[in-house]
């Protein structure tokens, strides 16, 4: 595969960067950490201005139709820059409700996303569970003509702001989707106090939340675990970001502090540790950008491709942190350092959308599976 951006793609990237750094830099990372909105309107605004709700959208209803491979390049972006806002949750329930949705259903909900004018959230990891088909247990019935939701979802990106929520139930005992208005009677949404100060996340229940039966998306498992696929890809792109980040900020710092009359940098340990950095940053880049592109190009081996960058991603970005912690001293982890926003976040990138160990225990089990065939 080419791992090499095209001209858009190069675009993209550096106008994504730009908007952040200019309209969100850390400074109003910090200033939004201690407020209960999910948004910053005005740059939430300007994302739309670029596209980016819409990024992976059909251009029939308003998006650029673009791939998951322009999806993480933003998200890698945002990641850097520590960003908040519904980027990766809103573009995730948008292609699978152009997936798997009624065509009424994407004629009514697409366009708002396309244009930003409204976000979702997705609803899936349940307390105390693993982040995996699995680890489903909020019910879905029917009665008459209608569903019926029940039951607990945690760690629910800007579910707070969101007008749509997303959510995956055992119906009949089978995974399913459904859309549910947040507002809709029986939901109840509390915001969770989480490790990364940089986004929000909330608990949502669900007690008799009753929706016509057209709200249930079509397709089953699969189609659920294809999203599990993307969204981890889009964890592992911001994961990335954050890495990048923190790596520059050890070297940045290594170079100009000095002990012993010479830049620490200069010391052959300092060395080998930002050498360890970078080997991790450079193996988490070319993991996820082999998933990503795998998973647009539908390749065989696509299960397998996220599979292998999420747990990578998902060990590599704590140690990363660590090694620029270790390096900075005591100072990284301060409240005026600006290192220890980032520790937050890749800390919870790490077990977004699985660990390390689910990701490695269905990897295995694809391989058995593909050894079977074989």
Not at 177 to 194: E, H, I, K, M, N
Request: with cysteine; hydrophobic share 45%.
């Amino acid at each position: 595969m080419n791992f090499e951006l095209s001209e858009e793609q190069d675009m993209l990237r550096e106008a994504s960067r730009d908007l952040l750094s200019d309209r969100a830099p850390i400074e109003h990372v910090r200033a939004w950490a201690d407020r209960d909105e999910d948004v910053d309107p005005e740059v939430w605004r300007l994302t739309a201005d670029l596209g980016w709700p819409g990024l992976g959208l059909p251009e029939e209803y308003g998006g650029a139709g673009q791939g998951l491979v322009e999806l993480a390049l933003v998200a890698e972006e945002i990641g850097r820059a520590l960003g908040r806002g519904p980027f990766a949750p809103t573009g995730i329930v948008g292609r699978a409700l152009a997936a798997a949705g009624s065509p009424e259903l994407r004629a009514e909900v697409l366009p708002g996303l396309a244009a930003g004018s409204e976000w979702a959230a997705w609803a899936f990891a349940e307390p105390h569970a693993p982040w995996s088909l699995d680890g489903i247990r909020a019910t879905a019935r029917t009665d008459g003509d209608a569903i019926v939701l029940d039951g607990v979802k945690t760690a629910v990106q800007d579910a707070g702001g969101a007008r749509r929520l997303l959510v995956t139930a055992l119906h009949d005992g089978v995974p399913a989707s459904f859309l549910v208005d947040r507002t809709a009677p029986g939901v109840t949404v509390r915001r969770q106090q989480a490790l990364d100060l940089t986004r929000s996340f909330h608990e949502v229940r669900f007690k008799g939340v009753r929706i016509p039966r057209t709200r249930r998306l079509g397709g089953g498992p699969a189609e659920i675990q294809r999203c599990l696929d993307e969204a981890s890809v889009l964890r592992c792109a911001d994961a990335l970001g954050v890495m990048e980040r923190m790596l520059e900020l050890t070297v940045e710092h290594t170079t100009s502090r000095v002990q012993f009359g010479r830049p620490i940098g200069t010391f052959q340990a300092v060395k080998h540790a930002c050498a360890d950095m970078a080997l991790l940053v450079h193996g988490a880049r070319a993991a996820t950008a082999y998933a990503a592109m795998a998973v647009d190009a539908d390749a065989d081996d696509a299960e397998r491709a996220v599979c292998a960058a999420a747990s990578y991603v998902a060990s590599g970005a704590p140690e990363v942190a660590a090694r620029a912690l270790q390096l900075h001293g005591g100072i990284g982890f301060t409240w005026e350092h600006d290192l220890h926003l980032h520790l937050r976040r890749a800390r919870t990138d790490s077990v977004l959308h699985g660990d390390a160990a689910v990701h490695r225990d269905r990897l295995c089990g694809l391989l058995r599976g593909a050894s079977a065939k074989a």
